[in-house]
């Protein structure tokens, strides 16, 4: 494994990508930081600039507004970023696909490295999920 693969599977900066979620996903990812899951402790830590991250969790169907901000974090964000489809609405726009005001599902507008699904996650679920997507850069089965 090269330096700069191991630098980015040992702590992954997470930016948390809300392309307008009811909420509840975010709370979850809220949840992680605290001390009951503490995700710190996996070297997961949560920055507020996306040029800080090695990853996007994004949350929510995206829409007309949204779609275009998620496309310009992504190009914003350093290569490699991964991302993580959290929820179901971000993994595939669930009840709102023929919504008005959804014209695609996250993985049209960048590509997803993991898919979250439940309507929240879990925190667990979400850790999981993380760990998955560590596993699936360092080409681990
Ligand atoms: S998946 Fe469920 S909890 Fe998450 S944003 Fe969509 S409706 Fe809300």
Known sequence: MDLKLKALTKSIWVFHAATSP?????????DLL?????????GIVLVGSVRQ???LLVTGVPNYKTKERLKKLYAQAPKPCLVAAIGGCACGRIIFQESYNSPCAV???????????????KPEAMIAG???LIKKVRGEK
């Open 22 to 30: 009811c909420n509840n996903c975010d709370i979850e990812i809220l």
């Open 34 to 42: 605290t001390p009951r899951h503490d995700v710190e402790r996996l």
């Open 53 to 55: 991250a090695d990853a």
């Open 107 to 121: 993985d049209e507008i960048i590509p997803v490295d993991v898919y979250i699904p439940g309507c929240p996650p």
């Open 130 to 132: 993380i760990a998955k």
